[in-house]
Each structure stands twice: as C-alpha cells, then as structure tokens.
Nanobody
Framework: QVQLVESGGGLVQTGGSLRLSCALS????????MGWFRQPPGKEREFVGA????????YYADFVKGRFTVSRDNAKNTVYLQMNDLKPEDTAVYYC?????????????????WGQGTLVTVSS
C-alpha cells in the first residue's frame, strides 16, 4: 500500500518562503512521477507542478513559474516543493501525489495515490 506524507506547511508572510516535503513508502518511489497540487479555500484543486521519476523533467502551472521549484531525492524517497516569493493567493492545502505515468500530468486523475495535505497560509 502506497503512503504519502507531506510536511513543512505553516504560516508565512507575503514574500516569504517555505519548503514542503513529501515522503513516499510502500512502492518503488524512483519509478513514480510525483506531482504537487493545491486546493485554496472554497476553490477546486489545481495542479502546481510535477517531476519525472528521473528528475530530468519538471512541469509547472503558469502561476508558479519562477517562484516554485519541484525536486526529488530518490535515495530518500522524498519529493520537495520549494516555494519562494509567496503571495496571499498561494494560501491552500498542498497535496503531493504519485503517478505511474512517465510525465507530469496536470490532471489529478492521472495520480493513483495522494497524501493527506499540508496547510500553507500566507499572510498579507
């Protein structure tokens, strides 16, 4: 059974930074494309970014390009989301997810396993 556990969320001021982590167990992490999604209060879940299993390809939503970076450490079975220059509109519950696809799909239905989410709150 695949388990994903996110950590690193919290309260940060506008312009600040946070790094989220997601640890995967129960499956071959190194062969999983990993994605990050978020769900702002009262809104639908949206794609944030993803990274292929080899880390050779990364994918980002337009609204985070240049501010967020997805990376992974296959030796630690962990994927990261570095978030810089945070804005109040980045406030959301952030989820990591695992996919068997070879590329980073922006569709949530492409991911077979999800973490429980971690809350990021950006104050103005």
């Amino acid at each position: 059974q695949v388990q994903l556990v996110e950590s690193g969320g919290g309260l940060v001021q506008t312009g600040g930074s946070l790094r989220l982590s997601c640890a995967l167990s129960g499956r071959t992490f190194s062969r999983s494309t990993m994605g990050w999604f978020r769900q702002p209060p009262g809104k639908e879940r949206e794609f944030v970014g993803a990274i292929s299993w080899s880390a050779s390809n990364t994918y980002y939503a337009d609204f985070v390009k240049g501010r967020f970076t997805v990376s992974r450490d296959n030796a630690k079975n962990t994927v990261y989301l570095q978030m810089n220059d945070l804005k109040p509109e980045d406030t959301a519950v952030y989820y990591c997810a695992a996919s068997a696809l070879s590329y980073g799909s922006s569709s949530g239905s492409s991911y077979h396993s999800w973490g429980q989410g971690t809350l990021v709150t950006v104050s103005s």
